[in-house]
Protein backbone atom coordinates (compact mmCIF):
# COMPACT_ATOMS: atom_id res chain seq x y z
CA UNK A 1 0.00 0.00 0.00
CA UNK A 2 2.68 2.12 0.58
CA UNK A 3 4.13 1.79 -2.89
CA UNK A 4 0.79 2.20 -4.46
CA UNK A 5 -0.01 5.01 -2.38
CA UNK A 6 3.11 7.13 -4.00
CA UNK A 7 2.30 5.79 -7.50
CA UNK A 8 1.33 8.40 -9.82
CA UNK A 9 -1.09 6.37 -11.83
CA UNK A 10 -2.03 3.68 -8.91
CA UNK A 11 -5.43 4.28 -7.17
CA UNK A 12 -6.08 1.90 -4.51
CA UNK A 13 -10.33 1.31 -4.61
CA UNK A 14 -10.94 -1.67 -1.98
CA UNK A 15 -8.97 -3.60 0.97
CA UNK A 16 -9.99 -6.76 1.61
CA UNK A 17 -9.13 -8.84 4.32
CA UNK A 18 -10.87 -11.80 6.64
CA UNK A 19 -13.57 -11.23 9.37
CA UNK A 20 -11.90 -10.58 11.86
CA UNK A 21 -9.92 -7.73 10.51
CA UNK A 22 -12.38 -5.05 9.26
CA UNK A 23 -12.13 -1.67 10.08
CA UNK A 24 -10.07 1.09 9.20
CA UNK A 25 -6.67 -0.53 7.98
CA UNK A 26 -5.00 1.80 10.25
CA UNK A 27 -6.09 -0.63 13.49
CA UNK A 28 -3.94 -2.83 12.32
CA UNK A 29 -1.02 -1.29 10.74
CA UNK A 30 -0.52 2.25 12.33
CA UNK A 31 2.05 2.96 10.01
CA UNK A 32 0.02 3.76 7.53
CA UNK A 33 -1.90 6.54 9.48
CA UNK A 34 -2.31 10.04 7.33
CA UNK A 35 -1.47 7.51 4.66
CA UNK A 36 -4.14 5.67 4.19
CA UNK A 37 -7.71 6.25 5.31
CA UNK A 38 -9.75 3.21 4.48
CA UNK A 39 -11.39 0.32 6.24
CA UNK A 40 -10.49 -3.25 5.38
CA UNK A 41 -13.72 -5.05 4.38
CA UNK A 42 -14.74 -8.75 3.69
CA UNK A 43 -13.86 -10.01 -0.16
CA UNK A 44 -16.65 -9.46 -2.75
CA UNK A 45 -15.05 -10.27 -6.26
CA UNK A 46 -17.96 -8.46 -7.85
CA UNK A 47 -17.41 -4.80 -5.86
CA UNK A 48 -13.64 -5.60 -6.50
CA UNK A 49 -14.52 -5.96 -10.31
CA UNK A 50 -16.96 -3.01 -10.23
CA UNK A 51 -14.02 -0.51 -8.70
CA UNK A 52 -10.61 -2.64 -9.97
CA UNK A 53 -8.57 -3.05 -13.46
CA UNK A 54 -6.40 -5.05 -11.30
CA UNK A 55 -6.09 -6.91 -7.87
CA UNK A 56 -2.94 -8.02 -6.00
CA UNK A 57 -3.68 -11.21 -3.96
CA UNK A 58 -1.81 -11.27 -0.69
CA UNK A 59 -3.39 -14.42 0.72
CA UNK A 60 -2.18 -18.26 1.83
CA UNK A 61 -1.99 -20.52 -0.65
CA UNK A 62 -5.54 -22.60 -1.23
CA UNK A 63 -6.95 -19.20 -0.40
CA UNK A 64 -5.66 -17.80 -4.12
CA UNK A 65 -7.22 -20.97 -6.08
CA UNK A 66 -10.32 -20.14 -4.95
CA UNK A 67 -10.59 -16.29 -6.09
CA UNK A 68 -8.61 -16.11 -8.78
CA UNK A 69 -11.06 -17.70 -11.10
CA UNK A 70 -13.78 -15.40 -9.90
CA UNK A 71 -11.54 -12.46 -10.93
CA UNK A 72 -10.38 -13.42 -13.72
CA UNK A 73 -14.08 -14.45 -15.17
CA UNK A 74 -14.84 -10.73 -13.84
CA UNK A 75 -11.94 -9.44 -16.44
CA UNK A 76 -9.67 -8.30 -13.70
CA UNK A 77 -6.05 -8.90 -13.97
CA UNK A 78 -4.22 -10.82 -11.32
CA UNK A 79 -1.25 -10.59 -9.42
CA UNK A 80 -0.98 -13.55 -7.22
CA UNK A 81 1.75 -13.09 -4.47
CA UNK A 82 0.88 -17.24 -2.88
CA UNK A 83 2.65 -20.31 -4.31
CA UNK A 84 -0.63 -21.32 -6.31
CA UNK A 85 0.28 -20.05 -9.52
CA UNK A 86 4.26 -20.66 -9.37
CA UNK A 87 4.61 -24.32 -10.27
CA UNK A 88 3.43 -25.22 -13.44
CA UNK A 89 2.76 -28.76 -13.33
CA UNK A 90 -0.06 -29.35 -11.43
CA UNK A 91 0.87 -32.79 -9.73
CA UNK A 92 4.34 -31.02 -8.92
CA UNK A 93 2.31 -28.63 -7.01
CA UNK A 94 0.00 -31.50 -5.60
CA UNK A 95 3.40 -33.38 -4.05
CA UNK A 96 4.85 -30.00 -2.22
CA UNK A 97 1.33 -27.78 -1.35
CA UNK A 98 -2.26 -29.52 -1.73
CA UNK A 99 -4.54 -30.35 -4.34
CA UNK A 100 -5.24 -27.93 -7.00
CA UNK A 101 -8.71 -26.56 -8.17
CA UNK A 102 -7.78 -24.37 -10.66
CA UNK A 103 -5.83 -25.94 -13.69
CA UNK A 104 -7.24 -23.43 -16.08
CA UNK A 105 -5.62 -20.35 -14.01
CA UNK A 106 -2.67 -22.69 -13.60
CA UNK A 107 -2.03 -22.96 -17.44
CA UNK A 108 -2.77 -18.96 -18.02
CA UNK A 109 -0.28 -17.47 -15.54
CA UNK A 110 2.96 -15.69 -16.18
CA UNK A 111 5.60 -16.52 -13.74
CA UNK A 112 6.36 -12.41 -12.42
CA UNK A 113 10.20 -12.34 -12.51
CA UNK A 114 10.69 -8.92 -14.40
CA UNK A 115 14.35 -9.44 -15.51
CA UNK A 116 13.70 -12.43 -17.68
CA UNK A 117 9.87 -12.44 -18.22
CA UNK A 118 9.31 -9.44 -19.40
CA UNK A 119 7.60 -9.74 -22.22
CA UNK A 120 5.06 -12.45 -21.48
CA UNK A 121 4.13 -10.07 -17.85
CA UNK A 122 3.49 -7.75 -20.33
CA UNK A 123 0.83 -9.65 -22.03
CA UNK A 124 -0.46 -11.17 -18.60
CA UNK A 125 -3.72 -11.21 -17.41
CA UNK A 126 -2.83 -13.39 -13.99
CA UNK A 127 1.02 -13.12 -12.75
CA UNK A 128 2.35 -15.46 -10.38
CA UNK A 129 4.44 -13.30 -7.85
CA UNK A 130 7.79 -15.19 -7.43
CA UNK A 131 9.46 -16.20 -4.34
CA UNK A 132 11.54 -14.16 -2.34
CA UNK A 133 14.30 -17.23 -2.07
CA UNK A 134 13.64 -18.07 -5.67
CA UNK A 135 14.09 -14.32 -6.66
CA UNK A 136 17.39 -13.97 -5.12
CA UNK A 137 18.99 -17.54 -6.66
CA UNK A 138 17.32 -17.18 -9.90
CA UNK A 139 18.93 -13.91 -10.47
CA UNK A 140 22.53 -14.51 -9.30
CA UNK A 141 22.67 -17.98 -11.28
CA UNK A 142 20.62 -17.11 -14.36
CA UNK A 143 23.50 -15.40 -16.25
CA UNK A 144 26.36 -17.80 -15.34
CA UNK A 145 24.52 -20.64 -16.71
CA UNK A 146 23.27 -19.06 -19.76
CA UNK A 147 26.33 -18.07 -20.77
CA UNK A 148 27.99 -21.61 -19.56
CA UNK A 149 30.05 -20.63 -17.00
CA UNK A 150 28.76 -23.25 -14.55
CA UNK A 151 27.08 -26.70 -14.57
CA UNK A 152 24.17 -26.80 -14.39
CA UNK A 153 23.57 -29.94 -11.80
CA UNK A 154 25.44 -30.00 -8.37
CA UNK A 155 24.74 -26.72 -7.30
CA UNK A 156 23.96 -25.97 -3.61
CA UNK A 157 22.09 -22.89 -2.61
CA UNK A 158 22.82 -21.65 1.03
CA UNK A 159 20.38 -18.96 2.24
CA UNK A 160 19.44 -17.28 5.35
CA UNK A 161 16.48 -14.87 5.84
CA UNK A 162 14.86 -12.43 8.02
CA UNK A 163 12.17 -13.76 10.35
CA UNK A 164 9.40 -11.64 8.65
CA UNK A 165 10.21 -14.42 5.99
CA UNK A 166 7.38 -16.54 7.61
CA UNK A 167 4.57 -14.13 7.72
CA UNK A 168 2.79 -12.57 10.42
CA UNK A 169 0.68 -15.53 11.60
CA UNK A 170 2.17 -16.05 15.09
CA UNK A 171 3.58 -19.44 16.25
CA UNK A 172 6.19 -21.06 19.39
CA UNK A 173 9.42 -20.76 16.49
CA UNK A 174 8.46 -17.39 15.93
CA UNK A 175 7.92 -15.98 19.47
CA UNK A 176 10.82 -13.61 20.19
CA UNK A 177 12.50 -15.55 22.92
CA UNK A 178 13.05 -18.55 20.42
CA UNK A 179 13.83 -16.13 17.59
CA UNK A 180 16.45 -13.77 19.21
CA UNK A 181 20.03 -14.62 19.41
CA UNK A 182 19.47 -17.42 17.30
CA UNK A 183 20.59 -18.43 13.98
CA UNK A 184 19.30 -22.19 12.65
CA UNK A 185 18.95 -23.83 9.92
CA UNK A 186 14.86 -25.69 8.58
CA UNK A 187 13.53 -27.29 5.69
CA UNK A 188 16.72 -29.58 5.05
CA UNK A 189 15.89 -31.10 1.41
CA UNK A 190 12.42 -30.34 1.32
CA UNK A 191 11.79 -26.46 1.06
CA UNK A 192 9.07 -25.75 -1.20
CA UNK A 193 10.63 -22.89 -3.25
CA UNK A 194 13.46 -25.47 -4.22
CA UNK A 195 11.41 -27.26 -7.43
CA UNK A 196 10.47 -23.41 -8.11
CA UNK A 197 13.96 -22.67 -8.13
CA UNK A 198 14.52 -25.38 -10.64
CA UNK A 199 11.56 -24.87 -13.18
CA UNK A 200 12.90 -21.25 -13.27
CA UNK A 201 16.34 -21.56 -14.23
CA UNK A 202 15.40 -24.47 -16.49
CA UNK A 203 12.75 -22.15 -18.29
CA UNK A 204 15.65 -19.59 -18.50
CA UNK A 205 18.20 -22.05 -19.53
CA UNK A 206 16.39 -24.25 -21.56
CA UNK A 207 17.19 -27.71 -20.18
CA UNK A 208 16.95 -29.12 -16.51
CA UNK A 209 18.73 -27.50 -13.74
CA UNK A 210 19.45 -29.11 -10.26
CA UNK A 211 19.94 -27.84 -7.19
CA UNK A 212 20.57 -28.28 -3.24
CA UNK A 213 18.69 -25.34 -1.45
CA UNK A 214 19.10 -24.95 2.39
CA UNK A 215 17.33 -22.16 3.89
CA UNK A 216 18.39 -20.97 7.53
CA UNK A 217 16.28 -18.17 9.29
CA UNK A 218 18.44 -15.42 11.49
CA UNK A 219 17.07 -12.98 14.07
CA UNK A 220 16.38 -9.80 11.69
CA UNK A 221 13.37 -8.44 10.71
CA UNK A 222 13.91 -8.38 7.12
CA UNK A 223 16.39 -9.20 4.28
CA UNK A 224 17.64 -12.19 2.31
CA UNK A 225 21.44 -13.47 1.73
CA UNK A 226 22.07 -16.41 -0.71
CA UNK A 227 25.69 -17.81 -0.99
CA UNK A 228 25.43 -19.93 -4.07
CA UNK A 229 28.51 -22.69 -4.77
CA UNK A 230 28.78 -23.86 -8.42
CA UNK A 231 31.12 -25.58 -10.68
CA UNK A 232 32.84 -24.27 -12.93
CA UNK A 233 32.68 -25.84 -16.65
CA UNK A 234 36.45 -24.68 -17.59
CA UNK A 235 38.92 -21.98 -15.91
CA UNK A 236 36.90 -19.22 -15.24
CA UNK A 237 38.21 -16.40 -13.66
CA UNK A 238 36.38 -13.60 -11.11
CA UNK A 239 36.49 -10.99 -13.96
CA UNK A 240 34.96 -13.60 -16.41
CA UNK A 241 31.80 -14.02 -13.92
CA UNK A 242 31.61 -10.50 -12.96
CA UNK A 243 31.70 -9.29 -16.41
CA UNK A 244 28.71 -11.28 -17.34
CA UNK A 245 26.94 -10.62 -14.63
CA UNK A 246 27.34 -6.68 -15.26
CA UNK A 247 26.44 -7.76 -19.03
CA UNK A 248 22.82 -9.70 -18.48
CA UNK A 249 22.03 -6.70 -15.91
CA UNK A 250 22.89 -3.49 -17.51
CA UNK A 251 19.87 -2.24 -18.29
CA UNK A 252 17.84 -4.19 -15.84
CA UNK A 253 17.36 -0.93 -13.29
CA UNK A 254 16.76 -3.18 -9.55
CA UNK A 255 19.81 -5.53 -10.13
CA UNK A 256 23.25 -4.13 -8.99
CA UNK A 257 26.42 -6.09 -9.76
CA UNK A 258 29.05 -5.09 -6.84
CA UNK A 259 32.40 -5.54 -7.96
CA UNK A 260 34.62 -4.49 -5.40
CA UNK A 261 32.42 -5.20 -2.18
CA UNK A 262 30.18 -7.91 -1.10
CA UNK A 263 26.36 -7.29 -0.54
CA UNK A 264 24.72 -7.18 2.67
CA UNK A 265 21.29 -7.12 4.04
CA UNK A 266 21.63 -3.73 5.11
CA UNK A 267 22.43 -2.28 1.72
CA UNK A 268 19.30 -3.22 0.56
CA UNK A 269 16.51 -2.67 2.97
CA UNK A 270 13.65 -1.27 2.21
CA UNK A 271 14.48 -1.17 -1.29
CA UNK A 272 13.55 -3.41 -4.57
CA UNK A 273 17.04 -3.75 -5.31
CA UNK A 274 19.23 -7.03 -5.78
CA UNK A 275 22.66 -6.86 -5.30
CA UNK A 276 24.66 -9.64 -6.83
CA UNK A 277 28.60 -10.06 -7.16
CA UNK A 278 30.77 -13.76 -7.42
CA UNK A 279 34.17 -14.71 -6.58
CA UNK A 280 36.02 -17.78 -7.69
CA UNK A 281 37.82 -19.82 -5.26
CA UNK A 282 39.08 -23.37 -4.58
CA UNK A 283 37.95 -24.50 -7.84
CA UNK A 284 34.12 -23.55 -7.37
CA UNK A 285 31.98 -20.39 -8.44
CA UNK A 286 30.70 -18.77 -5.75
CA UNK A 287 27.82 -16.29 -6.27
CA UNK A 288 26.38 -14.02 -3.68
CA UNK A 289 22.96 -12.67 -3.75
CA UNK A 290 21.18 -10.16 -1.03
CA UNK A 291 17.58 -8.35 -1.48
CA UNK A 292 14.66 -7.52 1.66
CA UNK A 293 12.62 -10.13 1.39
CA UNK A 294 9.42 -7.76 1.88
CA UNK A 295 10.57 -6.01 -1.10
CA UNK A 296 12.22 -7.53 -4.41
CA UNK A 297 10.99 -10.67 -2.81
CA UNK A 298 7.46 -9.30 -2.52
CA UNK A 299 5.69 -6.68 -2.60
CA UNK A 300 8.34 -4.36 -4.83
CA UNK A 301 8.73 -6.99 -6.95
CA UNK A 302 4.76 -7.28 -7.27
CA UNK A 303 4.57 -3.27 -8.23
CA UNK A 304 7.14 -3.61 -10.85
CA UNK A 305 5.26 -6.24 -12.77
CA UNK A 306 2.17 -4.43 -12.21
CA UNK A 307 4.28 -1.50 -14.22
CA UNK A 308 4.65 -3.96 -16.84
CA UNK A 309 1.43 -5.44 -16.98
CA UNK A 310 -0.33 -1.86 -17.11
CA UNK A 311 2.56 -0.26 -19.40
CA UNK A 312 4.06 2.14 -17.25
CA UNK A 313 8.41 1.93 -16.70
CA UNK A 314 9.45 -0.72 -14.51
CA UNK A 315 10.69 2.05 -11.35
CA UNK A 316 7.37 4.09 -11.05
CA UNK A 317 6.35 3.70 -7.35
CA UNK A 318 9.48 2.24 -6.69
CA UNK A 319 12.25 4.38 -7.10
CA UNK A 320 12.14 8.44 -5.97
CA UNK A 321 12.73 11.40 -7.85
Not at 19 to 43: C, H, N, R, W, Y
Not at 88 to 100: L, M, N, V
Request: charged fraction near 15%.
Amino acid sequence: MRHLFRHPHAEITGIYGPADELGPITKFFPLLSKTVDMDQVLFDPAAVAAQADLAMLCVPHKVAMAYVPQLRQAGVRVIDWSADYRLKDAAEYEEWYCPHTDRAGLAEAVYGLPEYFAADIAQAGLVANPGCYPTCTALALAPVLQAGLVEPSGIVVNSISGVSGAGRKPSQSNHYPQRNENFEPYGVGNHRHMPEMEQTLTAILGRPVELLFQPHLCPMDRGMLSTIYCRPTGNITTEQVLKVLQQAYAQAPFVRVRTDTLPATKDVATTNFCDLTARVAKGRVILFSALDNLVKGASGQAVQAMNIVCGYPETTGLISN
